[in-house]
């Protein structure tokens, strides 16, 4: 099964700098990759999705990037700012099944 | 537009009592989906509902756990009789599906289950 990977040490960034974000993982690469952010005591909300076939997608401030090479993704978040303050979740999906493996998620915190 | 709501949003019981967290998705969305958070760990998948049929049910731990969903609209997921190690954060979500992939998910704000 897959193993992920995410810094389970907090990112602590000054507000206005690029938070990037790692996920990696360690088998055969899923067909989408999902990024989401969770706020204590609150459900995960969805950010963003990156298929296999796709090195790079931006929303707004957010940009992820997915290197099947490397099996890793990458999400920034440019102009960060201290409402950015969260933890990210990293999920993948293989192709033919819809369930989501979730990593242990990166917990963010934006210094104003 | 009411997103995925969950009731209870809380419940402590004792062990080998009965639960039911019962989950009501958006309307319109044909996927379910049940997912559980126990202290310390990751995010995991129990089961997929698509309409009223199971799609996915490998996550399920054992069978103490019956999801249900009639008539494919909300869904209960039931555990009986509950064990210590169940504790945890139980969170419902739904989703239109894409034409291929689960698609974005919309999460509910979870059940947290307690038990003593």
């Known amino acids: 099964s897959q193993k992920i990977e995410q810094n389970s040490e907090a990112l602590n960034i000054q507000e206005g700098k690029t938070a990037t974000l790692t996920c990696n993982y360690t088998n055969y690469s899923p067909a989408y990759l999902q990024w989401y952010r969770q706020d204590p005591g609150r459900g995960p909300v969805f950010l963003l999705l990156?298929?296999?076939?796709?090195k790079e997608k931006r929303k707004e401030r957010l940009k992820v990037t997915f290197d099947t090479t490397l099996k890793q993704s990458l999400f920034h978040i440019t102009a960060s700012q201290p409402a950015d303050s969260a933890t990210y979740l990293c999920a993948l999906e293989d192709m033919g099944r819809r369930a989501l493996t979730f990593g242990s998620g990166t917990r963010l915190q934006v210094q104003p | 537009e009411a997103g995925v709501t969950q009731f209870p949003s809380h419940s402590v019981i004792e062990k080998g009592q009965t639960v039911t967290l019962r989950c009501d998705p958006i309307s319109g969305h044909d996927n379910l989906y049940w997912y559980r958070r126990v202290m310390g760990k990751e995010i995991k998948f129990l089961l997929h509902f698509v309409k009223e049929s199971k799609q996915d049910e490998s996550g399920m731990p054992n069978n103490r756990f019956l999801a249900e969903r009639t008539g494919g609209t909300y869904s209960t997921l039931k555990v009986q009789p509950a064990e210590l190690e169940d504790s945890g954060v139980y969170f419902c979500a739904s989703s239109q599906g894409a034409r291929s992939g689960a698609g974005e998910l919309f999460f509910g704000e979870g059940s947290r289950l307690t038990v003593l």
């Open positions: 990156i298929r296999e076939n796709e």
